[in-house]
């Protein structure tokens, strides 16, 4: 059947408002139809079956991917819900998260694991909600922060050095990784150092290129890819641009620093000049999709 185009909600919407597009079997097997979803670039992003196509309902097993094909995270459903053990692992195959969905909702003890193998967080879920204590860690095996809940509501949260002493500056949940100078010097990066390809000018290619690209933990710019394009010439510009960014300050959750995905927009237009002057107005980043029932495109 024809693809379905979808947007950040996975709502059915125009092509040019979608962020991804779904495509399902005609076919009935014994297991359903099966789906598969792919970024507007191609690169598959989800796989799984549905046992009815409209209204779609995910039944089964569902398996989220990163860029480079290796399995980012896998749930099973029953009748549109997460319901089982929840596995995420990281591109090279380790595991980096593990627990369980009961009825669409988290429950019971959940892990997430450092590249290296050491603990960063542990706690308990009742009813999709954060209950008791939950602890998180520095890759050494240290504490660098513990708070505690009552029913989602946190009621307190203490903050640790990496050598276990008390850190007494502003406690940050989560801080976004940082460019250098800030957002504006971001976007002034991009406009000063975007080139309007020739081949494209003389064809009057305009419009965004939409690039995803992640900030390590060490803060260096990677897997950089084109998840929207516009034309071959504009796409590898793009991509090469985001691709040479300079280091970040590392994005952090709870003291600890964090690899986080985002979107860019490389816009295109005819007020871009060869010789200097102008350059198309740039528009800041958004965070990305990770690969799990609870986040979105």
Do not use: C
């Not at 542990?122 to 660098?144: K, N, P």
């Not at 009621?155 to 989560?174: E, Q």
Request: net charge positive; proline share 5%; charged share 25%.
């Amino acid at each position: 059947m024809p693809a379905v185009y979808l947007n950040a909600r996975d709502e059915a919407t125009v092509p040019d408002s979608a962020t991804h597009y779904r495509l399902v079997d005609r076919k009935k097997g014994e297991s359903g139809y099966a789906m598969r979803e792919y970024s507007l670039a191609g690169t598959l992003l989800l796989r799984g079956t549905l046992s009815s196509i409209d209204p779609p309902v995910r039944n089964g097993a569902l398996t989220w991917f990163h860029p480079n094909g290796a399995k980012a995270g896998q749930v099973h459903y029953h009748e549109d819900e997460a319901d089982g053990v929840y596995v995420s692992w990281y591109e090279d195959g380790h595991v980096s998260q593990r627990g369980e969905y009961g009825d669409g909702q988290r429950t019971g003890r959940w892990l997430s694991v450092h590249r290296n193998g050491q603990k960063r967080s542990r706690g308990d879920y009742v009813a999709g909600q954060q209950q008791g204590d939950w602890r998180y860690y520095y890759d050494t095996g240290q504490t660098s922060a513990i708070e505690r809940f009552d029913r989602g509501r946190s009621l307190s949260v203490t903050f640790f050095n990496a050598d276990g002493t008390a850190h007494n500056g502003l406690p940050h949940r989560r801080q976004s990784a940082q460019f250098p100078g800030g957002e504006a010097a971001l976007l002034q990066y991009l406009a000063r150092n975007t080139i309007y390809p020739k081949a494209a000018r003389r064809k009057n290619i305009t419009g965004k290129v939409y690039v995803s690209y992640t900030v390590g933990e060490d803060g260096r710019v990677s897997q950089v890819r084109v998840i929207r394009g516009v034309s071959a010439e504009v796409d590898t510009e793009a991509r090469r641009v985001v691709g040479s960014l300079p280091a970040f300050r590392p994005g952090k959750e709870y003291n600890v620093p964090t690899a986080m995905t985002y979107t860019l927009p490389i816009m295109f237009a005819p007020n871009f000049k060869i010789f200097g002057g102008v350059k198309a107005t740039q528009s800041p980043p958004s965070e990305a999709r990770i690969g799990n029932p609870d986040d979105t495109y």
